[in-house]
């Protein structure tokens, strides 16, 4: 479906796996540096294509700022070896190190170059910018940083993601900035733990699987697609469930790791930011609403010969999915009861 029999993207996407566990098992910043630069060199040829002009647009965008947040580590870790035992210096080395992970992943407050990029991409290639590129700048965060800096930018996150996307017509920039309010979780959840915030990026790229491979297989980009292009009753139930799974409602599976967030933030009396959280979480799920209640509710013109072509198999495959998201957190619940 997705996968084309193109040896050189299936040669680029094996590099792309590779340079991500060049990163997480590398045992010195150097060996990271050199898997995060083998990981942009081969996410760009995949992204660009030379006969669209947004996914041109996009690619020199993402090179352009992995190259500067690659160059500013690079730097930064040199700075570290050199002021070692400086213990104001490391203070500050540690928030620029940090800075440069977050600008890669597109993190607020380093995030003004991820919406607009993903405007120019594929459904497949933003699952692969939203999911899989975050792990490697996630967990060479999580070695070295700074705990009132990162505090800081959840903030920054959850806030940015949940206000950017009000009044977004484009369902790529929606799901970015989604996928900014999500980081700010996944932040804390890595702050917690490393298995805590595995846990809730498999939940959190199960959930955003599902939504791309329903655009993708409508061909939908914006908003105005969703109640032109639904005639079957079916397919809107499926995109409401998996919206407010990806929202965070109780009983769906998105509402999971997000429950054991709040449980540690509230043993740990962390009141004021779980009040935010928690806040901006119902702002997101607001405008998944909006545009559930706009998908069922509109009353629009039908043409007798417009009709949503299928395969069986596909259709099969949204229902089983959307069948897990609904049911995950009742079978999660009784695993850990």
């Not at 690619?59 to 400086?86: C, E, G, R």
């Not at 409508?218 to 409401?240: E, T």
């Not at 449980?263 to 405008?287: E, G, R």
């Not at 629009?300 to 009709?307: E, I, L, Q, V």
Request: charged residues 5%; aromatic residues 22%.
């Amino acid at each position: 479906m997705f996968f084309s029999n193109n040896p050189s993207k299936m040669f680029f996407y094996f590099f792309l796996i590779f340079s991500t566990l060049i990163s997480i098992s590398s045992n010195s910043w150097f060996g990271c540096w050199i898997g995060l630069e083998i990981n942009l060199l081969s996410f760009i040829p995949l992204i660009s294509n030379s006969n669209s002009l947004p996914s041109t647009e996009a690619s020199l965008k993402y090179f352009l700022t992995q190259s500067i947040a690659s160059i500013n580590f690079l730097f930064f870790i040199l700075m570290k070896m050199i002021s070692f035992k400086n213990f104001e210096m490391n203070y500050f080395l540690s928030i620029l190190i940090n800075s440069s992970m977050l600008m890669k992943m597109g993190s607020a407050p380093f995030h003004f170059w991820f919406p607009s990029m993903v405007e120019g991409l594929s459904w497949f290639n933003n699952f692969i910018l939203m999911s899989w590129q975050k792990i490697t700048p996630m967990i060479i965060l999580s070695y070295y940083f700074n705990k009132n800096f990162i505090l800081s930018v959840i903030l920054f996150n959850v806030i940015i993601g949940a206000l950017g996307g009000l009044n977004q017509t484009s369902l790529r920039k929606l799901m970015a900035f989604s996928s900014i309010n999500n980081l700010g979780w996944m932040l804390f959840a890595n702050m917690i733990t490393e298995n805590l915030w595995l846990f809730y990026l498999l939940i959190y790229s199960f959930m955003i699987s599902i939504m791309c491979f329903m655009f993708y297989t409508f061909n939908m980009f914006f908003i105005n697609q969703l109640f032109i292009n639904s005639p079957n009753s079916l397919i809107k139930i499926n995109l409401m469930i998996n919206f407010l799974s990806l929202g965070g409602l109780p009983p769906f599976i998105g509402f999971f790791p997000k429950w054991i967030i709040i449980n540690f933030m509230i043993n740990n009396q962390m009141y004021f930011l779980i009040l935010i959280m928690i806040l901006m979480s119902l702002i997101v799920l607001f405008f998944y609403i909006r545009i559930i209640y706009s998908t069922f509710m509109f009353n629009y013109f039908k043409m007798k010969w417009f009709k949503t072509l299928i395969k069986n198999n596909k259709f099969l495959l949204i229902n089983m999915l959307s069948f897990f998201s609904l049911m995950g957190m009742i079978f999660s619940t009784l695993f850990f009861m």
